[in-house]
């Protein structure tokens, strides 16, 4: 069998069996408590581990795109959440042919979305879920109010081609649990039924079943891990799956080396949630920083190591992101053990509409 | 004719007359000044520009890995200069199988890279050019001292297959002329001829006549521009070719909008050079600000806006960093005064290794 030493650098490999305890750890703990579980597949972007996850008790996916919704349709996924406001009727076209083939919910903020996929939806006879999205304290998208969840909620519920579902939000805050409870409330108050509330976030993932609102987790990094979930302690550095063997190209200075990994391989996105610096963690130097990128370059100060890796050493990198990462690869290694078990295509990258 | 207003989004477009602008310019510039030109494709990664570079007269083409180097190859690119260490007898063997086609030049800063390529070049029965890499005071790659040039260059000179060039330097500081014109120096002390000294980077592009010693200009992402280039005031807003179309879809507060263009479509790459904040200009709203990106969402202040896009319209961002951008596109829309001329496909994306 090959080994990963024989591949030529850089290179983006997975370990499936991290993968597989990440994806136990995260059902198992849905399944313990009642939760229904629904990954996010913009971490991995690929057909063969989106059946893993619904072989291993996933209600469905989530997608952000619909470039990558149909990928995973065509791959056989048969229950998709788009948890991204799709506006114009280009992409409601597009949403209302793919409900036509599979179950599809939406979440949405605004008006426009509701009435834009509600024309499609019944010019085409289909039934799209909507669910409402909900700011609860990250500040992206979403209402600002339980009150406005509710009156969005009306309104879906009053257009053709549209099934209110529920609520949705990202990530899972402390106050999240609190905030949808209140829109349900005001929801159900105005006698509709709140069936799904959906939450997402791989940090807070182990913390949806407190507040007894949340009904389905959404995560997607935990399955492949990286150097934010290190930092948020929701991946272990052995659970990392997601890594990148890069070549040690220059050693120009005594406290400086060189990889032939940068901004094109390791992604240039900083760690999330903490202040941490840095651009991905080396593993057989845990003291080398990553201290800076070019497209090409990784730059490496080895001050910290006696004496550091030679021109020609291979190194393994935790990249800071695997969302990002996996996004800049057009295949993936995957292994068991450092022995090689396919090249795959990473089916869903760069699907940005 | 289609115009751009017709395309769904995000999307990546390209202004063909504004590339020929900024083409013209840059070989104007090394034309007056007797300085060869050889482009750097990591801006656009397409072949049909860099067709248009040496049609404008460009001596070459530069490449950093040997992917892009084949994509152009086979896009009938002659004379290709590798700017980056090949290290390891695969990548060796690569290079020398194209340099048995076309003119073939490495840049490296140590005997590790020289005596691989020797030994590749060597067995092929081909010749491969050398340049030394200096770091004249960037601190990435490049040997340390002109000492060390000139004693790599005695190495390079003394192994079969390889054939020692000149000099090479990225990027192009004030102080590079005075430490190549040093390099030069020893190096001719010794003997060999230095043929070419090599100079690259955009910011700096047009002072590398300054000092007469270099006698070649690389640079790239002169012929997009971005907002490093306005930052750098190397490329004029009017001028920059590369632009992503994005819809506002969610306007959750009266101070923030959100587009459709996150990190995987305008790059998270900070602007260069410079401490300049934010993730892209948006042309039609210069008072936006894009404080922060998720992978798919661009979260965007719109306070200073009175009252700043809807959901649905359509705005018009100058990314932070062409090369970045590019890299996540596998298309890129091109059309001359909003009419579009055709789609390209972005050819040598990806091509890490």
Redesign the interface.
């Known amino acids: 069998m090959l080994s990963l030493d024989a591949l ?4 983006a490999t997975v370990d499936l069996d991290a993968v597989e305890r990440n994806i136990a750890r995260m059902q198992g703990y849905c399944d313990e408590h009642g939760l229904a579980f629904r990954p996010h597949i ?1 971490t991995h972007k690929l057909p063969a581990i989106a059946h893993m996850q619904v072989e291993a008790g996933a209600v469905g996916i989530t997608c ?2 619909l470039g990558e919704a149909e990928v995973m349709e065509s791959a056989g996924m048969r229950d998709i959440l788009m948890t ?5 009727s ?2 409601a076209e597009r949403l209302a042919a793919l409900a036509a083939e599979v179950v599809v919910a939406v979440a ?3 008006e ?2 509701a009435r834009d996929i509600s024309s499609a939806a019944a010019a085409a006879g289909v039934e799209v879920g909507f669910l409402v999205e909900c ?1 609860t304290g990250f ?6 109010s339980p009150a406005d969840a509710a009156a969005l909620a009306e309104l879906v519920e009053s257009l053709p081609g549209l099934r209110f579902d529920g609520l949705m939000t990202y990530p899972t805050a402390p106050e999240s649990s609190a905030w949808l409870g209140r829109a349900r409330t005001e929801v159900e108050a105005r006698g509709m039924r709140v069936s799904r509330v959906s939450a997402g976030g791989t940090p807070s993932a182990f913390t949806n079943h407190l507040g007894g609102v949340i009904t389905e987790v959404r995560a997607g990094t935990y399955v492949y891990g990286d150097r934010s979930c290190i930092a948020s302690d929701s991946v272990p550095l052995e659970d990392c799956a997601l890594r990148v063997r890069a ?7 005594s406290d ?1 080396a ?1 990889l ?2 940068g ?3 390791l ?4 760690v999330a949630w903490t202040g941490e610096t840095g651009h991905g963690l080396v593993v057989e130097y845990p003291e080398a920083h990553i201290y800076a990128l ?4 990784g ?1 490496v100060d080895v001050g910290g190591c006696s004496p550091g890796p030679d ?2 050493e291979v190194v393994t990198v935790v990249p800071n992101h695997a ?2 990462c996996t ?4 295949e993936v290694v995957v292994h068991r053990a450092g022995r090689v078990v396919a090249t795959w295509p990473v089916a869903a990258r ?1 699907k ?2």
Chains 1, 2 share one sequence.
């Not at 991204?84 to 114009?88: A, C, K």
């Open positions: 030529d650098t850089p290179v913009k952000q795109k991204y406001p799709l506006v114009g280009a992409k949405a903020d605004s426009r979305v700011d500040h992206r998208t979403g209402v600002q070549t040690v190209v220059s050693r120009p200075s400086r060189i032939d990994s901004s094109k391989t992604t240039s996105d900083p070019s497209e090409e370059h730059h021109v020609g969302c990002g996004n800049l690869h057009d760069g940005i509409r």
